[in-house]
């Protein structure tokens, strides 16, 4: 495993997204169950995986109680990380971080993101309850996510200390986030990409004409264009990665860790897929590679 530092916090490249535990739209109970999601997360600790993603509003808190209960016994591995979601009222961020804090069963948030910017709160008022939460003990370091790159300097700002992380969608259908890399490398803070395999577009099994049927329906990745776009994208990833013996998520994977300041953090519906994204971590792309994958990407 490849690991970074977020802060002060070491975290490894590849982390575990959990939106998929506790979550009907993603198939919890047909798909995925309660035995398999605890084996995905035990797995991912043997494979040195030590960042864990979730938020107060996935499997509407599902997804924490399971991690939680997951990590028992063995919290000191693993590096939490949860959102709360808007109205950003300094009230509401208070009692989200305490529930938060209670289905996850431990006594600190290592990483506490604001799942979104709120419009309607000023941030200051925001980050103060943040900075009460800091001192209190109860949460560790403090990200964003999808913020744009104003929004995450005037969060750090507000704050008055490092907002380490900004997790946003970026794969490699949409490489918009890339303009938030300079003050990332400038700062030595962290993008979280989310999403990091086009929730499975890039995996090779979905495309036009079949599109999963479930809550990805309406997410919005599987739209016609990325749709159009991803056939070329996964052949050349495929090519790039039989040169390796990897799969074309694999490469996808590897592509967005080419950048030392990003850090991914793919869902996983099985232990097979988790163990597949952890290997990625070991896969290094030539230049030449990048810029094959580049070009695909491009036309
Ligand atoms: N901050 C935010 O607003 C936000 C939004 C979305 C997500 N997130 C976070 O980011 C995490 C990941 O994003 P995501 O789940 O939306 O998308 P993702 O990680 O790009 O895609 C996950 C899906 O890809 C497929 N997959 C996983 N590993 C694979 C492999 N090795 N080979 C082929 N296919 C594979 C699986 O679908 P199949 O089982 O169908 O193959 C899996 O459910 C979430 O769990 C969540 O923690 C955050």
Redesign the pocket.
């Known amino acids: 495993m490849k690991y970074v530092m977020m802060g002060t916090q070491q975290v490894s490249a590849i982390g ?5 535990f506790g979550e009907a739209g ?2 919890w109970g047909t ?2 169950d309660h035995d398999e999601a605890i084996r995905i997360v035990h797995r991912a600790l043997e494979l040195g995986i030590n960042f864990f ?3 107060e509003v ?1 499997g509407n808190g599902r997804s924490e109680e399971i991690l939680g209960e997951a990590l028992r016994g063995r919290r000191h591995e693993a590096i939490v990380a949860t ?1 709360v979601a808007p109205p950003l009222r300094p009230d509401r961020v208070m009692q989200a971080a305490r529930e938060s804090l209670r289905r996850l069963d431990i006594e600190s948030i290592d990483l506490y ?1 604001l ?2 910017p709120d419009g309607g709160v000023p941030l200051a008022r925001t980050m103060r309850a943040i900075r009460r939460l800091m001192d209190d003990g109860q949460v560790q370091q403090v990200g964003v ?2 913020f744009d790159l104003n929004q995450w300097q005037e969060a750090e700002a507000a704050l008055g200390s490092p907002v380490v992380s900004n ?3 970026y ?1 490699l259908l949409d490489r918009r986030p890339r303009n938030l890399l300079p003050h990332a490398h400038e700062e030595g803070r962290i993008v979280i990409a ?13 495309g036009p004409g079949n599109v ?1 049927q ?1 809550l ?1 329906a309406n ?1 919005g ?1 599987f739209n016609d264009d990325n749709l159009r776009r991803a056939p070329a994208v996964v052949a050349t990833l495929r090519q790039v990665g039989e040169h390796y013996g990897v ?4 490469v996808a994977l590897a592509w967005l860790l080419l950048d030392p300041q990003v850090i ?7 232990v ?3 163990e ?2 952890a290997a ?1 971590a070991d896969l290094r792309l030539t230049p030449g590679d990048a810029l094959r994958i580049e070009e695909a990407t491009r036309a």
């Open positions: 575990l997204g959990t939106w998929q993603w198939g798909e995925l993603d979730t938020a996935y959102k993101q799942h979104a996510s999808n997790q946003v969608q794969h989310f999403s990091p395999l086009a929730q499975g577009l890039l995996g090779g099994k979905y999963p479930d990805r997410f990745i799969t074309p998520a694999q991914v953090i793919p869902g996983a519906r099985s097979a897929q988790l597949a994204n990625a």
